[in-house]
């Protein structure tokens, strides 16, 4: 894991500045495992009865972590986006023995499960002191993301986020993370030179190789550290990128 240190701008093409910063949305920006979480724990209560609290809270996460593997099918445009998820709760409910809902019980449930999620969405702490600190340094930022641009969008305004000035999402860039395509339009459309523009994300695939092979420079965003060895830059959290910009900006004044 490399860490963010001050060879960072001898180690990167970034010595001349920054230009750009981009970003994965989802669980990098805005907390949308817990909102997930938070959801399904309400929408399941009075459908799983007798089915123990640890083990509510096991499927829970593995709903929001998609053990299913149903994201990258729909992707692919195997499934639809209300399939990804059906195929996500029918795994749920078979980890704990139950049958799953018939397609008219799903769909209301997917009705009210999204409407629950949409008010769960919340960025995390560091997110908006990070992006007030890139307004105030002139530097621009925008969005690349794996769903359908208008969503994420709303995704954005919902969770409070305002001043991208680029969303690029995987209908609108013509092919999905990890593709270059999506991260170049993304700089193309923020006007930044890609070997100087940060795409920072949380998905080591999706947004690190991604991101790396477009000729980014990608900041790797661990949380709760979970991965050992990453070739990016890596961070626990915005405000060490906060600090580390700020370091940048200054040594080169």
């Given amino acids: 894991m490399r860490e963010l240190d001050n060879t960072f701008d001898s180690a990167t093409p970034l010595g001349g500045g920054i230009e750009g910063v981009l970003f994965d949305i989802d669980d990098t920006l805005v907390d949308l495992r817990t909102a997930a979480i938070d959801a399904f724990l309400a929408m399941v209560d009075d459908l799983l009865e007798g089915v123990t609290s640890e083990r509510l809270r096991f499927i829970a996460e593995d709903f929001a972590d998609d053990g299913a593997g149903a994201y990258e099918r729909y ?6 986006f ?44 560091d997110v908006l002191p990070h992006l007030a600190a890139l307004s105030s340094w002139g530097i621009p930022y925008g969005a690349v993301s794996n769903n359908v641009e208008a969503y994420q969008r709303m995704k954005l305004e919902r969770s409070g986020l305002t001043g991208f000035a680029v969303v690029i999402g995987s209908d609108t860039a013509g092919a999905p993370k990890p593709d270059p395509a999506p991260f170049l339009a993304g700089c193309s459309q923020l006007k930044s ?61």
């Fill in 75 to 80: 992707m692919a445009g195997e499934v639809s």
């Fill in 82 to 125: 209300l399939g990804q998820r059906q195929l996500r709760l029918n795994r749920a409910f078979d980890l704990v023995g139950h049958k799953p809902l018939s397609a008219q019980s799903y769909l209301r449930w997917a009705e009210k499960y999204e409407s629950l999620v949409k008010d769960s969405w919340k960025p995390f702490g």
């Fill in 193 to 253: 030179t890609p070997g100087r523009t940060l795409y920072v994300g949380d998905n080591p695939i999706n947004d690190v190789q991604g991101a790396e092979n477009a000729g980014l420079v990608a900041i790797f965003v661990d949380r709760e550290s979970k991965h050992a060895v990453q070739s990016a830059f890596t961070v626990s959290n915005l405000e060490q990128l906060t600090v580390f910009i700020s370091q940048s900006i200054d040594s080169r004044e």
